[in-house]
């Protein structure tokens, strides 16, 4: 299958700082990318769909200047966290879907864990 | 309004034993798809069946079927011979639309254990 990266697996930064999470995919094109956090024994809540070449859609209640998402290229997403603080320790996962291909496919990353002290 | 329910927030399974794990959705679309996902301790999300709101068939991947009812609008996973390294926790999810790109919202999960 299609493989998803994300870097960094996981990342402590102290509070006030910016942090930058990278999803690629690696072996086929990705028109849209998903950004996912997941707190501790929840659900995995859809922050933004990232589009390449356009603004990212945000979903309800999410801060966009708070998460910023760049798609500058088919292959690579990224997710600034800007102005960390400890509420913003999560489980962030992105996914993509293959800009060709049969319906089904979403593919996602292994997971970046952030912790803010 | 929650456009995915899991109604098991957890459950023990003995192990060779069959499973299932409820799912029910709501949506006007005609167009949708169904995803079942596990999350193991790891983290990642993996893929483990799909189904399509048009598809007649219920689908099925090895040990995993998906029971689509769709007048009832449920969509629960049914896991043949459980093993130990089924213990994981369990996503439903959904896709509105027919679009590739549309986004997909997911269940709370249930977590699965399985006795040895």
């Known amino acids: 299958g299609a493989v998803v990266s994300q870097h960094p697996s996981w990342v402590i930064c102290k509070s006030g700082t910016s942090v930058k999470i990278e999803c690629r995919s690696l072996?086929?094109?990705?028109?849209?990318m998903f950004w996912y956090r997941q707190f501790p024994k929840q659900s995995l809540m859809l922050m933004a769909t990232s589009n390449e070449g356009s603004k990212a859609t945000y979903e309800q209640g999410v801060e966009k200047d708070k998460f910023l998402i760049n798609h500058a290229s088919l292959t690579l997403s990224t997710l600034t966290v800007t102005s960390a603080h400890p509420e913003d320790s999560s489980f962030y996962i992105c996914?993509?879907?293959?800009?060709?291909?049969?319906?089904?496919?979403?593919?996602f990353g292994p997971g970046t864990r952030l912790t803010v002290l | 309004a929650q456009k995915i329910t899991q109604t098991q927030p957890g459950m023990f399974v003995q192990e060779k034993e069959a499973v299932t794990l409820d799912c029910t959705y709501d949506t006007s679309d005609q167009s949708y798809g169904l995803f079942w996902y596990k999350q193991p301790s790891s983290g990642e999300m993996i893929f483990l069946i799909y189904q399509g709101s048009y598809d007649e068939q219920n689908a099925t991947e090895g040990r995993y079927s998906l029971n689509f009812q769709k007048a009832r609008k449920s969509a629960n996973l049914v896991i043949s011979a459980s093993q130990l390294g089924d213990s994981a926790m369990y996503f439903c999810a959904m896709r509105e639309g027919a679009v590739r790109a549309s986004k997909i919202i997911f269940g709370s999960g249930t977590r699965l254990s399985i006795r040895p």
């Open positions: 072996d086929f094109q990705a028109t849209t």
């Open positions: 996914s993509a879907t293959r800009s060709a291909g049969v319906n089904n496919e979403q593919f």
